[in-house]
């Protein structure tokens, strides 16, 4: 026994000695683009000199700071290696010291910052700093070199985007839902003037670098929204020394883009401007068809329509950033939106009874002018701590915005086409609308860890939004009336005030390297204020609590599993044609439509359970879905006496949508990718609270591939399909639709320039179209835009390119996200 302690007396005392010998190497591993620590990055030192005696090769892996310990047998040179999911690899001959004080401390640790590489449809796991996470819901799709939108709008990249669908009026739905939050560079896009049909048709594509799409957002994010939140990014450059570029296009029938973006370092300050231009000649059309079934008589209406628009848009962003002794970082930006708009529709009306003995016509011809005016402005302040994982923001937004619009409508009719189906029988209508709006929103915004494994997080925020319109509408008896009588049935003023104030806190804790989890609550107080032209008001004050929640599994490097939980709100809108206004819209006088000042709003239920498996071979990722309903907001369709239908709103009962979302990308060779996403959900609307029999259910689903082949060195091809299918609404079904896209692209020069042509709708198959059925009406509504439109493009990258995108052709594909998230 005591020999057995003199043994093992001395084996301590070797081991000790050992210990003592060896070097302690501590570094940190930093994303140089957002200045975060990176976790489980793996580390490995190699031995340089193979004289020296020692381990040849050395590992270990960083913590959730970022920080990584490795202790070495002897001082040397050694090369120095770090890889980490979503970068490239890092290498560098470093040297240890044979004094500790030389070598790197707890107090001041050697910096090591790695680049982002090119990762094809990698779903953002998002683990944001620390023990934060938004979940695998959250998807950030690279925008910037995809040939489909080069000279393209917002509405193009939005077409692009998998599990993201529009109408012909430019309203977004996600994964089929249409109650979507659109965010420019985190802020409401409405702040920055695109609002209204087909918004996104003023902002150019050049300036925008990725879209972030979270289809399940928790507490951190405004709760408006049922369908998810989706954020464009513009370019900055921020990463870079001075950089830029400018791009000019030329569409088929009268159509040009212009637009540049430039960044500039000064100092500590960093500018940055994106400024853009367009000019657009818009062909469009459409066809309604109705079947009448009144107790007393059957008779069909036809409609045929033809329309040109011609559109002007200028918009330009300027902002800087300005770090002061690395504690804060201020921020400034200034930015408007201006356009204008000339069109002209003609539309032809057929009236006729069922067996042919009795029919009617009328010709309508409008033209239509309006201008738009929109400035807004920002101011931020980020306090930044020693440890990368804390922070404090505050952000504070303002925008003032002017609209205007004059619609001229003039009727010729036969003498017995029925007078309800136009203003009154006169000969001209005249609608003269003016508006302005005031916004504001600030909010504020707390990352706090607590040790290594625990994050909390907290913030508040307030928005404010008045707006003013005022429509006077103006009739002449006919065509050779030399005044017009003022028409009070459809002159009206709204006055809106709408508040949302809000707070919350999430917290997250890592339980092991495995299991990860996040809880949430929000609260939301919105109050809505409408005065209208009969000096009614309407008030009304919506309070709610909103819970998240997501848990993550990570069983391995590659593959994780999360389930998460939210509770959404879908507000209804108190503006001039909102769902809330009472207001009637009598653009079209035998189509008329309003809001419902009793509307309730909407809450959902989201649960979503996701999966995703990355590999060098590309990714693959599915998630089911349900979403629950109650008091779903809802279009509503009936007849008056007279034969015209209003379109207004009702709350049905509910609505239940059960989903399933796959994303895949997969890199069939070195010269040729495929990408792959799809969405099918099966839903049931119950609306017997409003007729005893309207219970909608139904299938409905949409896909989108796309085939990239890197034909040549510096040339690409990239050829798109997309198809929705078939699905139930509220009184009846939207049918399927489908089109094809190409696009080719050239480089030369270093890639400074590049040339791309693309085609949009190679076929004119995207037309639009919709059933509704009602006991005493039937409809079938369908409507067009231009098709086969031809784009030649032109862009030139001036100062220091983005090494990411002097690599290998990355169009549409998905990166990781782990930076913060992009709003409340």
Not at 189 to 200: I, L, T, W
Not at 665 to 679: H, W
């Amino acid at each position: 026994m005591k020999n057995f302690k003199s043994c093992f007396c001395l084996l301590a005392f070797i081991l000790t000695l050992n210990t003592y010998s060896q070097i302690s190497f501590k570094g940190l591993v930093v994303d140089n683009l957002k200045e975060e620590p990176v976790r489980e990055a793996a580390i490995s030192l190699m031995l340089v000199d193979n004289n020296k005696k020692g381990n040849s090769l050395l590992k270990s892996i960083t913590s959730d700071k970022g920080i990584f310990d490795i202790l070495v047998p002897s001082a040397g040179k050694y090369r120095l290696t770090i890889r980490a999911f979503g970068f490239s690899p890092f290498t560098k001959i470093i040297e240890t010291k044979e004094k500790p004080g030389q070598n790197s401390s707890e107090d001041k640790l050697l910096i090591y910052k790695i680049s982002r590489g090119d990762i094809e449809l990698q779903e953002a796991q998002v683990i944001s700093r620390g023990a934060m996470l938004n979940g695998l819901d959250r998807k950030v799709y690279n925008v910037s070199d995809d040939l489909q939108v080069s000279s393209g709008t917002g509405t193009d990249i939005l077409r692009q985007v998998p599990n993201v669908s529009l109408d012909i009026d430019g309203n977004v739905a996600l994964r089929g839902d249409e109650n979507v939050t659109i965010l420019i560079d985190g802020r409401p896009a409405a702040m920055m003037g695109y609002r209204g049909q087909n918004a996104f048709d003023r902002l150019p594509s050049g300036t925008i670098e990725r879209v972030e799409v979270i289809v399940n957002p928790g507490a951190k994010f405004d709760a408006q929204g049922t369908g998810g939140i989706i954020n464009l990014v513009t370019k900055k450059g921020r990463e870079l020394p001075f950089n830029g570029s400018i791009q000019a296009g030329v569409g088929t029938r009268d159509k040009y883009d212009l637009g540049g973006s430039i960044s500039i370092p000064v100092g500590q300050i960093r500018i940055n401007t994106n400024i853009g231009a367009s000019y657009r000649n818009m062909l469009g059309g459409g066809a309604t068809d109705r079947t009448y079934k009144m107790i007393d008589t059957s008779y069909s209406y036809e409609e045929r329509s033809n329309s040109n628009r011609e559109d002007l848009n200028y918009n330009a962003q300027f902002g800087l950033d300005w770090e002061v002794q690395k504690k804060y970082l201020l921020g400034f930006s200034i930015g408007t939106s201006q356009g204008s708009r000339n069109s002209w529709d003609s539309t032809n009306f057929k009236n006729k009874s069922i067996d042919n003995s009795d029919s009617s016509w009328a010709l309508q011809n409008t033209i239509n002018k309006s201008a738009d005016n929109n400035q807004n402005m920002s101011f931020r302040f980020e306090r930044k701590f020693k440890e990368k994982t804390k922070k404090w923001t505050a952000d504070l937004r303002v925008s003032n915005s002017t609209d205007n619009n004059i619609d001229n409508s003039i009727f010729e009719l036969s003498p017995n086409y029925p007078i309800a189906f136009t203003y009154d029988g006169v000969y001209q209508e005249d609608f003269n609308v003016t508006g302005n709006g005031l916004r504001a929103n600030f909010q504020t915004d707390v990352e706090w860890p607590i040790g290594d494994k625990t994050k909390i997080d907290y913030g508040l925020r307030s928005n404010w939004r008045n707006t003013f319109e005022n429509q006077e509408a103006y009739q002449f008896e006919s065509s050779i009336s030399s005044s017009s009588k003022y028409d009070t049935l459809r002159s009206f003023i709204t006055d809106l005030k709408n508040q949302v104030h809000a707070g919350y806190v999430t917290l997250g804790h890592a339980f092991s390297e495995k299991w990860k989890g996040q809880l949430g609550l929000r609260y939301e107080h919105a109050i809505i204020y409408i005065k209208t032209s009969d000096t009614s008001n309407i008030n009304r004050v919506i309070p709610g609590l909103f819970p998240s929640a997501y848990l993550t599994y990570s069983p391995k490097k590659g593959t994780n599993f999360q389930f998460s939980y939210s509770l959404r709100v879908n507000r209804p809108d108190g503006r001039w044609g909102g769902n809330l206004n009472p207001n009637i819209d009598y653009s079209n006088p035998s189509g008329l439509r309003k809001g419902n000042p009793e509307l309730d709003p909407e809450f959902t239920h989201s649960f979503d359970f996701s999966a995703v498996q990355y590999g060098r071979w590309g990714s693959i990722s599915g998630s089911f879905y349900n979403k629950r309903t109650v008091n779903m907001m809802s279009r509503f369709i009936e007849p008056l006496p007279d034969g015209v239908v209003m379109v207004s709103w009702e709350n049905f009962n509910s609505r239940d949508n059960y989903g399933l979302s796959t994303n895949m990308n997969v890199k069939l060779n070195k010269n040729i990718r495929m990408q792959i996403s799809g969405d099918a959900f099966y839903s049931i609307i119950n609306g017997r609270n409003i007729v005893s029999n309207l219970n909608q259910g139904g299938f409905g689903w949409q896909g989108r591939s796309n085939l990239m082949i890197q034909t040549f060195r510096d040339q690409q091809l990239q050829v798109s399909y997309s198809q929705w299918g078939a699905g139930p609404s509220g009184q009846g079904l939207r049918k399927g639709i489908h089109f094809f896209n190409a696009a080719y692209k050239l480089n030369f020069m270093k890639k400074r320039f590049s040339l791309s042509a693309r085609i949009s709708d190679i076929f004119n198959t995207r037309k639009f179209r919709y059933l509704q059925y009602t006991d005493r009406i039937d409809i079938d509504f369908m409507r067009f835009r231009e098709s086969r439109i031809a784009w030649l493009t032109l862009q030139y990258n001036f100062g220091k390119m983005d090494q990411k995108s002097r690599g290998r052709y990355n169009s549409g594909s998905y990166s990781r996200e782990s930076g913060n998230q992009i709003g409340m």
